[in-house]
């Protein structure tokens, strides 16, 4: 199929590059909703991967700082405008000493070993709003049900008998009752628990290089294989996406968890 090759001949190995093309619009599907809950002034972005959320918030308004642990994405970031630094959940460096009115961390504690201990870092960071408002964290993850998307990619692989890869399960509950007793657990008021759900707009090539580019568990799956199985796998997954709109601009269903918590407001 000529869609498919030309996708899988444009992968050029730089992992922040596909990211950016592919799964991060996917992540930044949560910014409106995410926006609607956060404090004017400034927003800490943790875990801001290429900076595409950090940006909707600078354009929206905010004052952005924004970190993340990996290098290569905060080089992307700040190529984007945005004042990101390296730095690491739940032992934090010079972020510890950061203050802002609103903390987001999206889709961030679903890969960490100490979820509450990083919860606990970020609870931190806010402070009360200017308006007096108390500070506020506002987290979002995925919950623990399949995007339909994925779940064709876990057919496929299936159905050919595809190799296996470890998967590890997020260290918490990241339904909206399981982040909302986490945030409580960590002393933050919790005023919003729920699912979001938004439509992801993407060209097939473009979502195809993400996962070519071993990116999140499909992505790491699908690089396991040897390339004549990759080949069949993507034919595969291309003719089955036809009904979201394989091999052109698809329409993916996402739903995600987010969870806000409010600290102590203004003396």
């Avoid at 918030?57 to 700082?65: C, D, E, I, L, P």
Wanted: include cysteine; proline fraction near 5%; charged fraction near 20%.
């Amino acid at each position: 199929m000529l869609a498919v090759e030309r996708a899988r001949n444009r992968w050029d190995g730089d992992v922040p590059a596909a990211y950016d093309r592919s799964f991060a619009h996917m992540c930044a599907g949560v910014s409106q909703a995410v926006l609607a809950h956060a404090n004017p002034g400034t927003l800490i972005d943790a875990g801001c991967g290429t900076g595409l959320f950090a940006a909707r918030a600078h354009a929206g308004g905010w004052r952005v700082r924004a970190f993340d642990s990996d290098s290569t994405m905060v080089a992307r970031a700040r190529a984007r405008g945005i004042a990101a630094t390296c730095d690491r959940l739940p032992h934090l460096g010079e972020v510890a000493n950061w203050r802002g009115a609103t903390v987001v961390a999206n889709f961030v504690i679903q890969h960490l070993s100490a979820p509450v201990a990083a919860l606990t870092s970020l609870a931190q960071l806010i402070e009360p709003a200017a308006t007096g408002d108390p500070g506020r964290l506002i987290v979002t993850s995925w919950p623990p049900i399949w995007l339909a998307h994925r779940a064709v990619w876990m057919e496929v692989f299936a159905d050919l008998a595809a190799a296996p890869v470890p998967h590890d399960a997020p260290a918490c509950d990241t339904s909206p009752d399981g982040l909302a007793a986490a945030l409580s657990a960590v002393g933050l008021r919790v005023v919003t628990a729920e699912l979001v759900r938004w439509d992801w707009q993407i060209h097939w090539q473009a979502y195809l290089t993400g996962v070519q580019a071993g990116i999140a568990y499909i992505g790491k799956r699908f690089r396991a294989q040897d390339r004549a199985l990759r080949r069949e796998i993507v034919a595969q997954v291309c003719h089955r996406m036809r009904r979201f709109g394989a091999p052109e601009v698809m329409t993916l269903p996402c739903i995600a968890t987010l969870v806000v918590g409010e600290g102590a407001a203004r003396a």
